[in-house]
């Protein structure tokens, strides 16, 4: 029978890494004890995954998408966006700096770009291969063959969010898209061997607290490898510009879940956090994230690369943020790991 007690359930969580769908409702609704519900998500990223906080130089190549997603600035039908995609050397440039910062992998990110085919991803991924660093794929939904084609260049990792576990939802919010050819895709993401990557948005017009813990017992039964939860936060260039959004505090509440569930994953603690509140990842860092995604995209790209207002560091040079983001780790105590950051299952 399920505890309806809040400390009894926090223990719980900490202890089993094991609660119903209702049980995790109760501690996301909860607001009493929301302090000590932080502090075992944060005990738990400690025991599990220790102090090092990993970080992964981000390249934007692409922001050009075939998608239309209602809350992404990206979407096609937003004319307002200058379009550009990064040529193999530019991104390859990026990728060398990304090393010299001292990072040990580069996320690969784009909209759902057809001009990058999969001779063009594997040419590119065979050479950041060169360099020795773990590559992270964050291209969206392609068929298997092409997933395996990407995993056989010697990509590591490859982050698909499901965005929520609500297919309805899904569907109405992403127009022409299938929620089960999202959840092939992650399927076969995972049977390849990459590390898997998903997570949700939190805050979506229509989701609900109950929805909200569907996506964490989701991640949990993909035994996702690194999970990213972050805000939606409107765009005034999208179908959803006059809506709310999520907030800060219920988004690393869905995180400090997340941990307590999947204590041994690598979580981020996300740009769109930030962009909600200045200490955010910080502060997500102390409520169970273990990992940073800095940006290494250059120049006037930043900029071009907005999924939502109001995103931190677009007019920042990639070595100030290493330096900033070093500073703000090492202020809360915590090292900047020099290993590649696997995930590593311990008991
Ligand atoms: N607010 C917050 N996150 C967004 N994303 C897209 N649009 C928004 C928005 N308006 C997220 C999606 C996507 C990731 C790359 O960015 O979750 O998976
Ligand atoms: Fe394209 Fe991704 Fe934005 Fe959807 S969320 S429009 S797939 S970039
Ligand atoms: Fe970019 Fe702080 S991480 S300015």
Known sequence: TDVTDIQALIKKAETTHELSKSEIVTLLTDNQYVDEFFAAADRVRRKYVGDEVHLRGLIEFSNICKQNCLYCGLRRDNKK??????????????????????????VLQSGEDECFDVDTMVNIIKKIKELGLAIT???????REVYQAYREAGADRYLLR???????????????MSWDNRVRCLKDIKELGFELGTGCLVG???????????????????????????????NPDTPLAAEIGGTFELSTKVMAMTRLLLPDINIPATTAMESLNPQGRVLALQRGANVVMPNV????????????????????????CRSCITGKIQGIGRKVSETHGFREKRA
């Open 297 to 320: 995209t250059e120049g006037e790209y930043r900029q071009m690369y907005l999924l939502y207002p109001g995103k931190i560091c677009i007019n920042d040079t990639p070595a100030h």
């Open 137 to 143: 794929l964050s291209v969206g939904e392609k068929p």
């Open 162 to 176: 499901i965005e929520t576990t609500d297919k309805g939802l899904y569907e109405k919010l992403d127009p022409g």
């Open 81 to 106: 966006v200058d379009r550009y995609r990064l040529d193999t050397d530019t991104i390859l440039d990026f990728a060398v700096k990304a090393k010299s910062y001292g990072y040990r992998t580069v």
């Open 204 to 234: 979506i017009p229509g989701q609900t607290i109950e929805s909200l813990a569907d996506d964490i017992l989701f991640f949990k039964k993909m035994d996702a490898d690194m999970i990213g939860v972050g805000p939606f936060i409107p």
